[in-house]
Structure formats: structure tokens, C-alpha cells
């Protein structure tokens, strides 16, 4: 068997003779590989008598660890080595113009919020905005919702972790909480947009755990439902870029409302696909309605001097039948390429005033 002391001398002059890394690693092979020689002592080890065992064993063991020790040095060495000679020869012109970006894009959802925001502030409306953790007051109670609502439900609905009063604070699943908001702080006449992100416990195609909303109010002591109706029919008109829009109101019922309305806007599905306009089907793009008197009476707003109208969307709903994208999910997967086919140039942004 060899020597260890002879072996860590001739090992230790082969790393040290080593010129490059390719060179330095043929020396790690042939002494810690699966072959090697250090690799072969220890196996043998096995062979030897009793009384040389542990002895020879840690001789080998040191010997194993100085090799190992000594190969991680002269490998860093080499490596300092070939990046100086790499920098040596390398060189970066400064004076050379910028690589070319391409330009950033604006998120769909962006888009479409500027755009409604545009929209309604046209038509007098100011924007309001609220927090994303509310009160079940604010987000249930206040807005007429009884207890039995589905809802309220653990599986529809984010809520905290329970305070010592046993209430429990909840993730806002509308951006009606800012109407409530408002209504408590402001007297009228209110006239408001809220656009913002909402929670539910929802996640598939067309639902997502967070999205967006825009939600508006008007209250004041002469609002009725003809002005909600032209109001909504010139935002659809308007954010679709379709003058004639064919619009209709279906009766519904929602708890903060009365009384209560679907709208539905005008499409065709002809060719497999989804044209908004003219056409034989109808779409429902939206929810809206009176405000309901017990919502301005928990509001400490006076119903019988006082009435208005409200009504809510989701946002990015209306981005993907705007612009034909088929999937809620993607809006959310960070994909760039995804963005930048659906993103918009920053300095080729439609307005109100170009035109939709």
C-alpha cells in the first residue's frame, strides 16, 4: 500500500504543477475520484490488520482533507488568473450609444381603469378611494346585506383572524365600503367613482382571489332612474367606442338597491366569435340600481329629502371583451410577452378627447 506521507508530497506537487482548471481537475480525479488513489487506500483499508486500522485510517483521512484543501486553493487561484486574463484583453467601449429597450407597456388594467376614470370624471364625477381591510359594517351591514347572505360565508369571503370582541375584520369583496365611507363623512350632493381592488375566494377562467371593480354613487334630492340609464348608457357607449350601443335593463335585485337593474349591451357572436354592437344576442356587462333608502338611513342621510343611484363593474372583465382577451388568469402571470402583446404604447394612449 502506498505511503500516505509520499502520496500527500507527490499530490500536493501535481496541484501545485496544476496550469488550468481542466488540468487541476484530471489531478482531483485521479486522487478523490471514484477511482482515485486516495479513494482505493481507504477502501483497502478493510485488508489491513486490526491494530493498523484506526491508525492508518486517520493518517488517510488527514491526507484526504490536505488534498481536498489544497485543490480548493489552487482552484480559486486559477480562477483569479483567467479573469484577469480574461479583463486583460476584454474592454468596454463607454462611447458606444446605449443598447436599444424596447419600450415599456401599460397594463391592460391600467388602461381600462384610465380610461373609465376619463370617462366619468367627464361627466362630473370624482374619484374616491378606501381601504383594502374593512369593517363588517362597512362592507356587509351598512350596505343592507343580512347575516343569512351567502355572501358572508366563509367560502366566499376573506376574513382576519378574530379580535377579542369577536368581530373580525374582513378583506373588502366590493369597493362599495368607500360609498358607505363617503356617504358618512360627506353630505350631499355626492357624485363619485370608486375604482380599486376587491377579494373573493373564487379562482378559475373568469374569477380571480383578487380583481378590480369601479363602482360609482350619486346622491343628491333630485337624481331618479332616467338619469342612472342615460348616465350608463353613454359610459357603454362611450368605453366601447360604439355610438348607437344597443343597451336594455333587466329587473334584479341586489340588497343595497331598489329598485334593482341588469344592464345588457348589444353583441353578436357570429364566426365563433364576440362583436360588441349591433347584433341579435345580448351581453350583461354591468349591475345598478336606486340606492336603497335603509342604506342612506345607516349612513345618517335623511330618505325621505335625499335619493341617488349606484351601480358596479368589474374591470378587468371589460378590458378582455374590449380587447379580446380570452383568460381572467394571464392578466396576473407576470408573463412579458403576454404583455407585450396586450400593453399599450405610453405615448400612444386613446383619451375622451380623441375619441375611445
Known sequence: MDNPDQLRDQLLAEIGDAADLDALERVRVEALGRSGRITGLMKALGQAAPEERRERGQALNALKD??????????????????????????????????????????????????????????GFSVAEGPHIETDFNNFTALNIPPEHPARQEHDTFYLPEKEDGSRLVLRTHTSPVQIRTMIDMAPPIRIIVPGRTFRADYDATHSPMFHQIEGLVVDETTHMGHLKGCLIDFCAAFFGVDDLPTRFRPSFFPFTEPSAEMDIGCTREGGGLTIGAGADWLEILGCGMVHPKVLENCGIDPARYQGFAFGLGIERAAMLKYGIPDLRTFYESDLRWLKHYGFVPLDVPTVAGGL
Open 66 to 123: 490536505a488534498v481536498a484543501a489544497a485543490i480548493e486553493t489552487r482552484k480559486a487561484a486559477l480562477e483569479d488568473a483567467a479573469l484577469d486574463a480574461r479583463l486583460a484583453v476584454e474592454s468596454v467601449d463607454v462611447t458606444l450609444p446605449v443598447r436599444p429597450e424596447a419600450e415599456g407597456r401599460i397594463h391592460p388594467i391600467s388602461q381600462t381603469i384610465d380610461e373609465m376614470v376619463a370617462i366619468f370624471c367627464e361627466m
